[in-house]
């Protein structure tokens, strides 16, 4: 028999034709075709099993129901549909049935259900009862005991027993036909719905029944087939999503009967959530209409159920699969650097590897490091173990560690303390120089007395190139210590000294700090060079940063910014070097002890080259001694006419240059020999039909100059005549190359010309004698010392037509010092001859050359009132006189600054006289001798004195 569904609600689904007594519902139809038939196990009984058992009552409201019996048999397979055999039996018959507990749920028509019977007088009632082919009982939901919901244990249960338990019983409950029974557990299908009567014996609990049949109702009816299909909608929506509904499913549609309104409503309910009271309200609603409309707000409250069901599943697995995807990457990540690390020979750089190197580089100086240093490691190690390798802070305290444990922590070199080693090293590397070889060895005779050298601030003063640096690196050898050179010219930003806090991006530490990472030790020899160009700073002042780092009394508890903890600088000797001591921040210099290197002169400077500079420059041009020969004028040359200045930077230059051109020179003669060399080496008979004279000659040349070679006289030599005759050749080759390149080169004044061009720089000195009006200054400069002339000259005369004309880039106080130098020339003549109207009628000029040179001081002073006096009383002064010195209104002559550069320079420009102030006498006799020698110096007080020095046996000119 073919049933047809005449529903348009769900479209396509609904016009299919299904077997009779199988009508599955449209909505569950997919499901089941596409779950299969397999998924059944023999002995699995889910808690609610659907049958296909339908009521008879309910489809046809006829009196006789088909319920499927075991037949007599044991044991049926309830869920083989093959072993249920048809019965039909009369309702009447079974008015008086076993009452079964149920503690969970009702059991609903149509669904199968295991239980337990523990009572054997119960069990052993159920099995004659199967075998009278009566397998009937009544099964009621069980009651929950007042105050005590849900709370009954399977045992309390089993404890009920006659009255009690028919107090506990529901009233209405499920005709349950006896499928099997296996030991105690009893397979139940539900039919029909009944209602206890009254109690008819107490063990087993039996009681008779009113077979309960639903209301009448209209199937056509609107709101009926409204109502059923929102259930049907509404369990196909959660269907969609629960796995749990889809298995029930399956199964029910493998059983089920005959598609009815009330079936549904069953069904739905059944398969519910629902608990067990809600479920008992639906068993007991007689009302179809009343039934669906509780099963739909089950079905419904299920629906909700499922959606907050389907977002946990979902957001749980997305958490999973997103911790699951970053632990992949991550792993993907590890593997990839792991297999770069080792393509690149290096270890993992897992945490435990970078800690574990830390650790490692730290053990042998742990003893050494400050507790509160180690302290901090230790925290930051700890730190470096909990933070993500990925995160930038990560890497912050990696290289914060790497900077911390890198440092030399209490490690010293060995100090060398024998003031005779130290003197041979300085003198190895520097001429002369003699305060600050004496100051160094003193520093090292107390370092040697006390035991322990002390920190100290050098500041070694001087004009470029007089070898500032380089005698701080010397010192640093002389001591044993390591040296660390940074330039402070320009510094402008106080992180450098300090270093930047770790917060910044690509902060780094202060310069010290990076100096003693990069020395390896605490004890090095810093020399901070061009103190005096120090900055002025846009962010903090840097010349106070200098001060904590230079300070003593500060700097053995140093704070760099990035280190944040404090270390010890005591012990590093600091060797600062400047060109103008002026210009050193005050609370800097007071600090420290300042060494003036002031110029060398000719002679110094002629030792300098001879035994220092034209040494290191022949080796590192790599020509050998005996190849080159400069003579002593030459060199004199070179020092007179191209490097005059007080350095000798320049003259290091020059000689660089000579030598290079030699090295050139030598290089090209070596090479211009080489193709007779090659005709030395041809084979006899070659050499018999070529050999001429002259090729002879040139072998005799070469025959000759092997015979001087230092090899010849070497005993060795003769072991060689047993090697074979080519490599004797080639040797014989090489040996003739090298010796072809021995010819002496020789640089004497006539080819000076050849080597370093024309002399740039012109003398000091213009004048031979100076003419009237003209003087020759001292002046000082930053390059050092140098002559400068005043010259003065009459532009015209007339009555009251006096004036002073200023030129040569002069300063504020040189015109000043004109000024008055003026005044006191007038005075000075009108007392040495007061008819003389000069100065009265003369407009004068006076001018400093050189004029592109800016000039400015006070020490001009005595040399401008001279040269005014020359030009007024048309008098020569002394030949080769020079003079310094600042003149009051009142002709006293107060002291400058520089003797020793001016000394130089006047030596330089062949100065026989210096007048100087007699304030500077002390300054003068510290001057060395040999700086001193040939001089005749004047000190003077008052310039009368400056006078009668200038003008004494000098002629009037014509
Ligand atoms: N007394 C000396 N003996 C040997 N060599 C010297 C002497 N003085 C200077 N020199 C050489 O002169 C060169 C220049 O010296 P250095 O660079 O130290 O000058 P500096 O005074 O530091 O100049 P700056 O002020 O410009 O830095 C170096 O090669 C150095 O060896």
């Known amino acids: 028999m073919l049933k047809v569904l005449t529903s348009c609600r769900f479209g396509p689904y609904f016009r299919r034709q299904v077997p009779s007594g199988d009508i599955v519902p449209p909505f569950l139809r997919g499901l089941s075709s596409q779950r299969g038939q397999n998924g059944r196990s023999k002995h699995f009984y889910p808690r609610f099993f659907c049958s296909d058992a339908s009521d008879p009552v309910d489809s046809s409201g006829a009196e006789t129901a088909r319920v499927e019996s075991a037949a ?106 006896i499928t099997s029974i296996q030991g105690d557990q009893i397979v139940l299908i539900g039919h029909r719905r009944l209602r206890i009567t009254e109690m008819v014996s107490e063990d087993p609990l039996t009681v008779k029944i009113d077979h309960l049949k639903e209301k009448p109702f209209d199937k056509d009816d609107d709101i009926l087939k409204a109502t059923s299909f929102e259930v049907i909608s509404t369990l196909r929506d959660v269907l969609k999503t629960s796995s749990l509904w889809r298995d029930h499913v399956q199964t029910y549609t493998q059983h089920i009967g005959e598609f009815t309104y009330p079936r549904l409503a069953d069904f739905g309910a059944a398969i519910s959530g629902a608990n067990k009271l809600q479920c008992q309200q639906v068993l007991e609603e007689l009302d179809v209409h009343k039934r669906l409309k509780l099963t739909l707000e089950l079905v419904k409250k299920e629906m909700e159920i499922s959606k907050i069901q389907e977002s946990i599943a979902k957001a749980i697995e997305e958490k999973i699969s997103g911790e699951q995807r970053r632990y992949l990457l991550n792993e993907q990540l590890k593997a990839i650097k792991k297999a770069r690390f080792l393509e690149l020979g290096l270890e993992t750089d897992d945490k435990t590897a970078l800690s574990a190197k830390f650790r490692e580089r730290l053990e042998p100086k742990k003893e050494k490091i400050p507790s509160h240093v180690l302290q901090v490691i230790e925290e930051e190690l700890t730190k470096l173990q909990l933070l993500e390798a990925s995160s930038s802070e990560f890497n912050v305290t990696r290289n914060y560690l790497d900077w ?9 070199s060995d100090e060398n303390f024998v003031v005779t080693q130290a003197q041979k090293i300085l003198d190895e590397d520097h001429y002369g120089l003699t305060d600050v070889k004496e100051r160094i060895l003193e520093f090292i005779a107390v370092g040697k007395l006390r035991g322990t050298s002390q920190g100290k601030i050098i500041c070694l003063s001087g004009p470029p190139g007089v070898g500032k640096t380089s005698i701080g690196r010397s010192i640093a050898r ?261 010796n072809s390149t021995v010819e002496k080169v020789s640089v004497d004044t006539s080819n000076l010309v050849d080597y370093v061009g024309k002399p740039v720089f012109h003398a000091e000195r213009i004048y031979d004698q100076t003419p009237v009006g003209v003087v020759m200054g001292l002046a000082w400069t930053s390059m050092g010392g140098s002559t400068l002339y005043v010259e003065t000259s009459l532009v015209e005369q007339g009555e009251g037509k006096g004036a002073l004309n200023l030129t040569g880039q002069l300063g ?120 001193k020698e040939g001089l005749e110096v004047h000190f003077v007080d008052d310039y009368s004195q400056i006078y009668d020095l200038a003008f004494e046996d000098t002629q009037k000119t014509q």
């Open 404 to 412: 911390l444990t890198a440092l030399p922590w209490g490690e010293y």
């Open 812 to 931: 504020e106080v040189m015109k000043e010092s004109a000024q008055i130098a003026n005044t006191v020339a007038r005075a000075v003549l009108l007392e040495k001859d007061p008819e003389n109207q000069f100065f009265a009628n003369s407009k004068v000029h006076l001018h400093v050359p050189a004029g592109a040179t800016p000039k400015d001081g006070p020490s001009a002073g005595c040399t401008m009132i001279t040269s005014l006096l020359s030009l007024s009383m048309n008098k020569l002064v002394k030949k080769d006189l020079a003079m310094t010195g600042e003149v009051t209104l009142t002709r006293k002559i107060l002291p400058i600054g520089g003797v020793k550069e001016k000394t130089i320079a006047a030596r330089r420009s062949d100065v026989k006289t210096i007048i100087f102030p007699s304030a500077n006498r002390r300054d003068f006799d510290e001057l060395a001798p040999n700086v």
């Open 478 to 738: 002389a001591l044993n210590r390591k040296f660390y050179r940074f330039s402070v010219g320009g510094l402008s930003d106080v992180a450098e000294i300090k270093g930047h806090r770790r917060t910044y991006i690509g902060a780094m530490p202060g310069k010290m700090v990076q100096c003693l990472k990069s020395v390896g030790t605490a004890n090095p020899l810093v020399l901070i060079d061009e103190i005096d160009k120090l900055g002025r700073g846009h962010a903090g002042d840097p010349a106070s940063a200098m001060l904590e780092l230079l300070d003593p009394e500060q700097n053995a508890n140093f704070l760099d910014h990035y280190l944040d903890v404090p270390i010890d600088l005591s012990k590093v000797l600091f060797v600062c070097t400047a060109n103008v001591v002026e210009m050193i921040p005050n609370p800097l210099l007071d600090r420290m002890e300042v060494i003036s290197i002031a110029g060398y002169i000719t002679d110094e400077k002629m030792h300098i080259a001879r035994d220092y500079l034209e040494k290191t420059t022949r080796e590192a041009c790599g020509i050998k001694p005996e190849q080159v020969e400069v003579t002593d004028s030459a060199l004199l040359a070179l020092i007179e006419n191209y490097c005059r200045e007080a350095g000798v930077r320049n003259l290091q230059k020059q000689i660089e240059k000579i030598y290079r051109k030699i090295a050139l020179q030598l290089v090209r003669q070596g090479e211009n020999i080489e193709p007779v060399v090659a005709q030395v080496v041809q084979p006899d008979e070659e050499k018999a039909e070529s050999g001429t004279v002259s090729i002879q000659t040139v072998e005799a040349e070469i025959v000759t100059t092997v015979s001087h070679s230092p090899d010849d006289q070497n005993p060795t030599s003769f072991d060689r005549s047993g090697a074979p005759e080519d490599t004797l050749e080639a040797e014989k080759v090489q040996e003739s190359e090298s």
């Open 72 to 177: 007599g048999e044991e044991a049926v397979e309830a869920n083989s549909p093959s072993a249920i055999v048809p019965t039909v039996f009369k309702p009447e018959d079974c008015l008086t049935v076993i009452a079964l507990p149920l503690p969970h749920r009702p059991l609903f028509p149509g669904f199968y259900m295991p239980i337990y019977v523990k009572d054997p007088k119960l069990l052993a009632a159920l099995v004659e009862s199967r075998k009278r082919q009566a397998p009937y009982a009544g099964a009621f939901l069980l009651k929950d005991e007042q105050g005590t919901e849900g709370s009954d244990s399977e045992k309390n249960i089993h404890d009920l027993k006659g009255k009690d338990l028919f107090d506990r019983l529901h009233e209405v409950g499920t005709l349950a036909q």
